[in-house]
């Protein structure tokens, strides 16, 4: 098993969903890590499939219209 570190804020918070969850901070970490690591590999996953001679024929249906008033922020 590998350490890291995390800066002491992160630490905490993370101690606190781990005493919520009653589980260990290294198991919680873990967890976390792991599912944000799958998460990152399905998207490379779907960006590998990804055309940008598609995207752009797709955003050629777009109307060079401003936004609605309501879509600004």
Avoid: F
Avoid at 54 to 66: E, G, T, Y
Wanted: charged share 30%.
């Amino acid at each position: 098993m590998k350490n890291i570190q995390l800066p002491d804020d992160v630490y905490l918070r993370a101690a606190e969903l781990a005493e919520h969850d009653h589980v260990s901070v290294d198991r919680l970490v873990a967890a976390i890590v792991n599912e944000r690591a799958t998460d990152w590999s399905r998207l490379q996953a779907r960006a590998a499939r990804g055309s940008l001679e598609k995207l752009r024929k797709v955003m050629s249906k777009v109307s060079d219209a401003p936004p609605e008033p309501i879509d600004c922020l």
